[in-house]
């Protein structure tokens, strides 16, 4: 790996040119690396770790909210896949089919799967007898495949990785309730883990899952100023129980078929990562979801072996018993400086530097990756000032996001307004829409925004303005952006 | 689900008809249903939960040997798993091949990995360059598809789930220790956590890995007296390596290649722990791995709901708070009766009871599910009694095991004794054997049993009795048998 560490500091800068940053800072931090076959990326330690990290947070929550997990097949069958009309329509151009298992040709293709519904639509179409066995709360942590025609690491690959939620209830309302539930546990796993704010709300109808009655995003904006969607939580209604015919006896013994929700999460959120915390140094990864939290360097000079290293490693020890993230790089290969810019490229938060000085005065010298900002800390004191510093950096990250999508949210009163603010400084719009598909399709064509989100509260997507594209009566505001 | 309630105990004795016993036993207690497509199945969320218990086990101790995880691709291109002959020749009947992806047909057939040797080889290729980058330990959990033809829940899957280790030496004493230290950690995984004693050795070259030097494995005894194989960890040399030219500097500034091993466990080690550990009423699941430790069930009397149910809820929440997995089953609809064997069915260690008198008392009754065995304990000492009388179940189910396993482990002087205890004991039997394929091939094809291991220490091994099949020199004592 010399030949590349060479390079290590010829990062194109992120204000230069953003794609080609983007793709270069995920090489050299080594979170991800191309394979031979297109679209298909393999997830390197470094970026694996992170997904562990958002993985269990994730995990956590979905258990604490009473879910269990569980393991569906990887394939369903062609005729699963057809059972609800406007899914197969939606998924079927994205299918990668295994038409031959062993030496013979199947009878029927089976789909990898791009989606679990049909396959465990049928399973809990079996399980699901009485009002008594609802709700049903299951999630899975799979892969998934679509065929994408135009691929990005982890923003829009081939195969990814995600944890998909399917649940089933005696009522419509318990099932919106549960929609609404999960789109908030995404929104609280976007804020406190990834240091990454979000708007949160319905998407407009040709937006919405292919089968859903209602789709729910939470959307955030990277620092290009497009918007990225992090998860979505679906409404199904009863489209699924009604093609797999999942039935229960209700508490009046009479047959009704199940409300279902649907929801996920995916590696994606690791572009997020890097693309709302980066910036011309590499990534800045927040402490909660860092695979390392504090790096030791010893500085070596001298007789550093002996003088500095027996302290370097006192320390990294003492931070891993407090239960931190900490690697010691002890490399005799690399210069003290050289290893300060590979480890700001791989987003460690927290850099811990002792040298000979530093040893003699009991102390080391501690330096954000956030800010750059340094400060000395007594060897004795460094359980109780890392941790807390882990947090202000977190909060720091936290608030440095949420001023600038704050700063990026514009109104537009009208669509000169709407159009100028897209070509200029992009960010999120707020403007009234009709409700007409027409008139987002126009905005779509002319200014490649779509609608990322519609407020769930009534209140904060009431509007008595015009429609920003027709000028008709404004139904909702709604937040237009460019996306990912 | 309440049809199926009502044949709960209608479970065929393990005795009368083992296989029968297993299949039922994964039904009835929830661990796994069938899909339509045949050999693929879905574990659900009482046998994930197991999973996920094992995984953290093995993914802990993993991370402790210093290895990272990191996730390659689901797809390998044909050509890929085509350079490593013996690799190919070895997989390709069993792989099921996407020949489509969206509408198109694809110019190369994709694998849908049957193993991943071949593409985290065209990797590593390039990743690797210097003695400096070695050892390379990297481990992936992941999904597997081998298109088999005869199946079994657990056992025999066409998708299964295991974590693959994949790790690069600069020697060959580099690797073969790597290799050794991994069927290591395996052994301790199967005995600390899943209380299943094993044996350990290497394979046959004709029971070895397609492309290994060496495959060395962990093997149980079922209860039925056949074997079954726990995990794998191969040498693989240089085979591929030397086919995918992965090459290094060494310290010499020469070329080598790298040195490689490749190890794996799967979702089969459920099925281990069913035919293990399971009896008469279902599963028993040693704690360390049972989804649940501990269930309270309130004695539903009277006024039940006002005298116990508070008590039973207390006893859980504290159980709880000490870092138990323990269900308060306070179902109205189902008698304490009923839930007591629904409880053994699925396996659970540990049983606390609760009636109205027991308040009174400030007690609490515990049965064990291992012996059926029942103490009193005050309520004020349940936090102390609960987890020793686990660790005691724990050990009690190994001890149970492991005097099992000993007692079915039989030395055959000669051939008509071998054939004997096969045909009327079955177990391990050691035997001495010449080394020759022919004679291992015989003792297959008229006794249905293979080498399972030949233990790795010298002193083990060693025998001056000649080969139970052709009379000719022994070279090993190896330990044969019957296995799924």
């Known amino acids: 790996m010399k030949e590349k560490d060479r390079t290590m500091k ?167 309730a549960e929609t609404l539930r999960i789109l908030d546990l995404y929104r609280d796993v976007c804020e406190a883990e990834l240091a990454v704010p979000v708007l949160t709300g319905r998407k407009s109808l040709s937006e919405k899952f292919a089968g859903a009655s209602m789709t729910y995003a939470v959307e955030a904006l990277m620092s290009d100023g497009k918007a990225l969607q992090m998860a979505t939580s679906h409404n199904l209604g009863q489209h699924f129980s009604k093609a797999f015919d999942i039935r229960f006896e209700d508490r009046n013994q009479t047959l009704q078929y199940v409300w279902q929700t649907s929801w996920g999460m995916t590696t994606r959120t690791i572009g997020a990562l890097i693309m709302v915390h980066g910036d011309d140094s590499g990534l800045r990864f927040p402490p909660r979801v860092a695979p390392v939290q504090v790096v030791v ?70 330096v954000r990756r956030d800010t750059g900002a340094k400060e000395t800390a007594r060897l004795a004191d460094l359980g109780a000032r890392v941790p807390a510093l882990l947090d202000e950096i977190q909060a720091g990250l936290m608030a440095q996001a949420k001023a600038f999508l704050e700063a990026n949210i514009r109104d537009a009163a009208d669509y000169a307004e709407f159009k100028a603010i897209l070509e200029t400084k992009r960010g999120f719009v707020r403007a009234a829409w009709c409700g007409g598909e027409a008139c987002e399709a126009r905005i779509k064509a002319e200014t490649m925004a779509t609608i990322r989100v519609i407020p769930t509260e009534e209140a904060a997507s009431k509007t008595d303005r015009p429609c920003v594209s027709c000028g008709g009566a404004g139904q909702a505001l709604a937040y237009f952006a460019r996306a990912y």
Chains 1, 2 share one sequence.
């Not at 394939?75 to 013979?104: C, D, M, N, R, Y």
Request: glycine residues 6%; negative net charge.
């Open 10 to 176: 010829e990062l194109t800068p992120k204000s230069e040119d953003f794609s080609k940053w983007y793709v270069e800072v995920v090489q050299k931090a080594e979170l991800a690396d191309y394979t031979p076959m297109k679209g298909m990326m393999v997830i390197r330690p470094h970026g694996y770790a992170v997904w562990e990290n958002v993985r269990n947070a994730l995990d956590r929550r979905i258990k604490a909210a009473g879910h269990v997990n569980a393991y569906f097949p990887l394939f369903i069958p062609e005729s699963f896949l057809q059972k609800e009309a406007e899914h197969v329509q939606g998924f079927s151009p994205e299918v990668a089919w295994v038409t031959v298992g062993g030496k013979e040709e199947l009878e029927e293709r089976l789909a990898v799967r791009p989606t679990s519904e049909a396959i465990i639509g049928h399973m809990y179409a079996k399980w699901i007898k009485s009002w008594r066995d609802l709700p049903v709360l299951i999630n899975q942590w799979a892969n998934i495949v679509r065929w994408e025609k135009v691929t990005r690491p982890f923003l829009r690959t081939t195969e990814f990785l995600w944890q998909e939620g399917h649940t089933c209830h005696e009522t419509a309302e318990e099932c919106e």
């Open 297 to 366: 360097v010893p500085i070596s000079i001298g007789n550093w072996k002996e003088t500095v290293l027996p302290a370097a490693r006192a320390a990294a020890e003492s931070l891993r018993a407090a239960g931190l993230r900490v690697d010691l790089d002890a490399r005799e290969e690399a210069t003290p400086g050289w290893k300060f810019s590979e480890h700001e490229m791989r987003g460690v938060p927290l850099r811990l530097e002792i040298g000979p000085r530093d040893v003699k005065a009991g102390q080391a010298v501690l």
